[in-house]
């Protein structure tokens, strides 16, 4: 079975600093490993994602995040934030080897940019 | 291409009505997925559909809740006798093996509430 943790449900930065969303998983075999994003009102979009090639993976809007196999983390950073950061983030994973496609989702990290 | 489009947006019914929401998938994508958020909560994946055939079942879709895709395009999700517990978003969305088989495309989803 396969399963993802994000460990902080709300994070608060100010404009310009760095972010650092934290998530874990668990998989019983090779996953993948996503990272989406929901604004108010608006559909998931799909920020970066890791399907075997680089551990290190650039995304949308300056994401970037570092898949450690060893510590089974996914976390997600960002040098700066701005303003328009501020949505809720999810981890999300899918198991490449056994076939099956639906994605297991975090429970969420909402992000606060304060200016 | 706009996209994954979902209707309606909204849908406000009393408890034990019948619902039903549809999903226009983007074009060419044969893969289908719906899934449901509550509130809180990330995503949790109902059920998928390969062009016409429903290959998988969640334990969360229960015998009250069906999902068609007819002719292999538009898809929709039926809930029978609707209870309160089934107050969530509902959200689709589709993929395209052939192009890229891990990247999945949500609609806006459809927010229904049950009195």
Known sequence: AQSVTQLDSH?????????????????????????????????????????SAATLVKGINGFEAEF???????????????????????CVVSDRDTGRRALTFGSGTRLQVQP | DTGVSQDPRHKITKRGQNVTFRCDPISEHNRL??????????????????????????????????????????????????????????????????LNQYEQYFGPGTRLTVT
């Open chain 1, 11 to 51: 994070v608060s930065v100010s404009e310009g600093t760095p972010v650092l969303l934290r998530c874990n998983y668990s998989s019983s075999y090779s996953p993948s490993l996503f990272w989406y994003v929901q604004h108010p009102n608006k559909g998931l979009q799909l920020l970066l994602k890791y399907t």
């Open chain 1, 68 to 90: 450690k196999k060893s510590e089974t983390s996914f976390h997600l950073t960002k040098p700066s934030a701005h303003m328009s950061d501020a949505a809720e983030y999810f």
């Open chain 2, 33 to 98: 997925y719906w899934y449901r958020q509550t509130l809180g909560q990330g995503p949790e994946f109902l059920t998928y559909f390969q062009n016409e055939a429903q290959l998988e079942k969640s334990r969360l879709l229960s015998d009250r809740f069906s999902a068609e895709r007819p002719k292999g395009s538009f898809s929709t999700l039926e809930i029978q006798r609707t209870e309160q517990g089934d107050s969530a978003m509902y959200l689709c969305a589709s993929s395209d093996p052939l």
